[in-house]
């Protein structure tokens, strides 16, 4: 007779890299994805950062913006990448290179997304754990939930190439540099 495992508590990420790691883990899993890129933040779009790209086998560009708390999320809304002269946000504005945009937070300021004046095209995904204990020693299970789906923007394109090799140059700077960090180097400064 196999035994059931409790759930002990939820448990949700507190910061950025947190949900980084849940969001290639679950929704975008590199063995799946051409690239999956963190932290853009120049060398690729004019005029914004990004928390995530991932650019897809198809060639199709995701972007995610990650929120770990209400302020944070209600600060988006200032930056001029949402901003139009109706200061409505407009699909037809956003980077044709874009195809889904995505908004990722811990899962109970996920499921709050209604509070905090979204983009209409924009999708929400909410991240936990669930601590389980069967026998011995609890362990986590990651949890994805998608609040809200995506929509696809209007106009959007696929990456060129020389845009993916770009990515692929990011994503590589991002993780010597983080190697380099890490490495204790007092050269490193």
């Avoid at 035994?3 to 899993?29: D, G």
């Avoid at 770990?68 to 699909?91: I, P």
Wanted: proline content about 5%; overall charge positive.
């Amino acid at each position: 007779m196999a035994i059931s495992p409790n759930l002990l508590r939820t448990i949700e990420p507190t910061h950025a890299a947190q949900i980084e790691a849940l969001l290639e883990q679950l929704v975008f899993p590199v063995a799946r994805n051409t690239v999956v890129c963190p932290n853009i933040s120049h060398g690729f779009f004019r005029s914004h950062e990004s928390d995530l790209v991932c650019v897809s086998k198809a060639g199709w560009l995701t972007e995610v913006e990650i929120k770990v708390s209400a302020s944070d999320w209600k600060n988006d809304r200032k930056k001029s990448k949402w901003q139009s002269e109706d200061d409505a946000v407009s699909e037809e504005l956003y980077d044709r290179r874009v195809r889904r945009f995505f908004f990722a937070a811990p899962l109970s300021l996920a499921r709050r997304y209604q509070e905090f004046n979204i983009m209409l095209f924009a999708g929400v995904l909410g991240f936990s754990w669930e601590e389980y204990q069967r026998t011995g020693s609890p362990y986590c299970v990651p949890r994805v939930e998608h609040i809200r789906p995506a929509k696809d923007l209007k106009g959007s394109r696929k990456v060129t190439d020389k845009e993916l090799l770009t990515l692929s140059k990011l994503s590589s700077m991002r993780y010597w540099g983080l190697r380099q960090a890490m490495s204790g180097n007092p050269y490193n400064k």
